[in-house]
């Protein structure tokens, strides 16, 4: 089991930047798949960003792509999103999740129902 604590939500400006951090309990987190969703107020639960156990590969949602971007130090047991260039449509709860399976598909990384274990979300609100 995995507990994950999200952390660098706040209030910024639009065009401006903030990097979130999921860190991990838990002596597997090496081998754990790592995503960040988030979700609006009236909106699903929406994929944005994920990397896999070693870093070697990343997704991206298209909606951010060129803005954010994902990495992991696994000897912290940490996973980021440094997020740029944001948008009032980026304004949403961001969770970070984890799973204990290698997934081979751009498609495993992008839903949600592919990841045992949430933390409780760390709020972005951009403002125009």
């Known amino acids: 089991q995995v507990q994950l604590v999200e952390s660098g939500g706040g209030l910024v400006q639009a065009g401006g930047s903030l990097r979130l951090s999921c860190a991990a309990s838990?002596?597997?987190?090496?081998?754990?798949?790592m995503g960040w969703f988030r979700q609006a107020p009236g909106n699903k639960r929406e994929f944005v960003a994920a990397?896999?156990?070693?870093?070697?590969?990343?997704y991206y949602a298209d909606s951010v792509k060129g803005r954010f971007t994902i990495s992991r130090d696994n000897a912290k047991n940490t996973v980021y999103l440094q997020m740029v260039s944001l948008k009032s449509e980026d304004t949403a709860v961001y969770s970070c999740?984890?799973?204990?399976?290698?997934?081979?598909?751009?498609?495993?990384?992008?839903?949600?129902?592919?990841?045992?274990?949430w933390g409780q979300g760390t709020q972005v609100t951009v403002s125009s």
């Open positions: 999740a984890a799973a204990n399976t290698v997934y081979n598909s751009r498609y495993d990384y992008t839903r949600d129902w592919k990841y045992a274990y």
């Open positions: 838990g002596r597997t987190f090496g081998r754990y798949a």
């Open positions: 990397i896999n156990w070693s870093g070697s590969n990343t």
